[in-house]
């Protein structure tokens, strides 16, 4: 029997090439996750923050190719995960997915849908920053987004997901033609948001909570990293929702426009909030805001008015702020605020979503959805609820179980020794250095420091450091030692 081959719809391939821009965009968002974390970090912590970030890139787009695609989007599988119909991008070409994207490519919705998939086992890391070895936390997200991430993007997004037909499941079998009414997540507020917040949870109460030198701080140690950061993760996002749309369309503008709208008012609303307690407005303060409003509006972009999307994004800059504070009363170290943000903020949205999502905005393409309370369809917030607890839930126990069988592996023990977590992440396992620390010669110094360099001739060139031990970088009587690395 011979296969019937549906082409895709869009004339003058309008949409082809903005999916795959929205893709190149959404790939600017991991190294800018990486300076948003390596800013938040302490400095012995900096570039392996980066690290892990382009890790999970590079072992996720393997794992997509092979069989990650497949089991997240294929048309043919069960109401939970995917079949091996793609694997290998097998039949991924120019033919399209008829019922989850008829209007590009196969093979370029795959590439955009493999930025989300590489980004999401990153963001975990900034629950247990700080205190992770690389090489099994390298391993973990081979196995996280096989059997956790996978699965929710398919129960999310695919034609036969069970959320996305959570009120008509026996049209999920393969006779049937789904009825696609049920959870709405128009860009990751579960699939991404939710399921690494919850893993990142998971992942700080399996690893305990850092450990502390004498007289050290858990501070951002480069604020300008951290706003360099908000500014690629800000711009990259638009890709992320607008892009959603798959189509260049009125709805992918309306999508973009709501996206900039929230963060701009959770940004302002988390800096505001702070000053009530601290009196000071906050950059970290007001990075921090952004991200939680991008992470609150994703569910809803592609569903919400721009008044809907300046009311989710300053309610998520308050209820976030009041997430990550939370810690310190249960006693878990969400290092940098990885569930606080992306868990709460990504619950948030889910639930928002249920409440603002109008018809009349999913109209801007021609698609039809029941609406949300705001419509009168009350029972859209049922759905979100139920949706956002089953991905919550799923995550967090598979990523809490993960963790602890990999951590029984000889050799991959995930948390480093003690002497090796206070030194930092940066030399134990890397060998490397974010930043040149140096003294200029003929200064009379008990210990190294972070100096400007002095005029030339009397800077010191490259080739007068050697790092040949730990012991010659940071001397174990020095003062800058006692301060950061003991």
Known sequence: MSETVVPFADSGYASTGFLIWGGALVFL?????????????????????????MLALAVVMVQWACIGFSLAFSESGSPFIGDCAHCGLKNVDARALPLTAPTVPSVVFSFYQM????ITPAIIFGGPAERFRLLPATIFVLIWTTIVYDPV????????????????????????????????????????????GFSALAFSIVLGRRRRGRNESFRPHNMTLVFLGTALLWFGWFGFNAGSAITATPRAGMAAMVTTLATAAGALSW????????????????????????????????????????????????????????KGFLGFDDALDAWGVHGVGGMVGNVLTGFFAQKSIAALDGSVIPGGAMDGHWIQL???????????????????????????????????????EQIGADIAEMGEIGYEIFTTPGQNDD???????????????????????QQQLYPVNSPQSSSYYS
């Open 29 to 53: 968002m991991i190294p800018g996750l990486g300076f948003f974390y390596s800013g938040m970090s302490r400095s012995k912590n900096a570039l392996s923050m980066i690290m892990i970030t």
């Open 153 to 196: 993007a398919y129960w999310t997004w695919s034609a036969r997901g069970w959320l996305k037909n959570i009120s008509c499941l026996e049209t999920t079998a393969l006779s049937s033609t789904p009825c696609g009414i049920g959870s709405l997540d128009f860009a990751g507020g579960g699939p991404v948001h939710v399921c690494s």
């Open 115 to 118: 930025m989300f998939a590489c």
């Open 447 to 469: 210990g190294p420091k972070y100096s400007t360099p002095a005029p030339a001739p009397a800077v010191p060139q490259v080739s007068q450091f050697s790092y040949p031990n």
């Open 271 to 326: 800096t505001f909030w702070d000053m009530i307690f601290s009196g000071n407005m906050s950059g970290l303060g007001f990075c921090s805001g952004a991200v939680a409003a991008l992470v609150a509006i994703t569910p809803a972009a592609g569903y919400v008015a721009p008044w809907a999307a300046l009311v989710i994004g300053a309610l998520a800059g308050v209820i976030c702020n009041l997430g990550c504070r939370l």
């Open 382 to 420: 049922g759905y979100q609820v139920a949706g956002t607890a089953a991905i919550a839930g799923y995550s967090f126990v598979v990523s809490y179980v993960v963790l602890r069988l990999i951590h029984l592996i000889p050799g991959l023990q995930l948390r480093p020794t003690d002497e090796y």
